[in-house]
């Protein structure tokens, strides 16, 4: 099959592009480097053209709506007039979640709903690096700040791409769908990945400190929104400590 990957240089696109070649189909990373534009719709009809489908991998979480809504519905838009099916990756609990990404990012999904073409919406949890990041932000040296409850379920990239490539290949939808969320295998505080994190490079267990959540977003985050309820989501990939196995001891950006 002739896949499009939006994205297909990022992290995520970059990982689907490698597993649908390694599965046989032709994969064509685009974005602006390949003259892809999501904000002005330029070369889009190009890359769709004689497309089976099209996994949106694109995003650009410091412009606003530009990318992450308005972009996504000119994509949805363009996918839906030629038929082609579009696999969209969200975020899971998003439903009831102040943070303003996530906000677009639900709007994003209610704009590739209202372009009425075959879509298959999946949503996964954060990426084992992005919660490593959120672990590390919230450290201090030895101590670590956690706002009440706050987990995550990280996921590893490459098995949140493995679904995304199943989806764009197996069979077309005929309307908007959604997939199984996706997660990973266990739930983990702050301070369960802040010690893993320092054991990893030789350091010992932080003293986490406990804050009360102030404002929604934070509460939301204590709530554990971000976290799907046992047994809603679809798990699998590797665990957050066995990716970290295979990381260099000092991790840097997300
Ligand atoms: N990180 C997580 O924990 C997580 C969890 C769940 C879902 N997700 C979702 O995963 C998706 C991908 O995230 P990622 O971290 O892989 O992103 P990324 O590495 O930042 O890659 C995004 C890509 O989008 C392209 N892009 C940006 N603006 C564009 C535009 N105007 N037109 C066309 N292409 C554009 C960029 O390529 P060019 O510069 O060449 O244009 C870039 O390679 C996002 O939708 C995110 O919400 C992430």
Redesign the pocket.
Known sequence: MRIIV??????????VVRELTARGHQAVP?????G?????GDGLDAALSGADAVV??????S?GD???VY?TRRLADAAADRGVHLV?????GIDDHPMA?YRR?LR?EQGIEAAGGPATVL?????????AFFARTLSTGPITVTIGDTAFQ??D?DF?AGRLADLASGARPTAYARATDVAGPDVLTVGELATLLRAHRGASAPRVVRLPAIGGVLRAFAERRNVPFPGDAQTGGPTFAAWLSTQPDRLSG?
Do not use: E, M, N
């Open positions: 939006t994205g297909g240089a990022g992290d995520l696109g970059s990982r685009v974005s602006r480097r390949t892809v534009d999501l904000t002005t949106h991998c694109a995003d650009d979480t412009r530009t990318v992450t972009g969209h990756i969200s975020i899971v990404y990012k994003a949503r996964a949890t954060q990426f084992h690096s992005l919660a990280p996921v990239t949140v997300r």
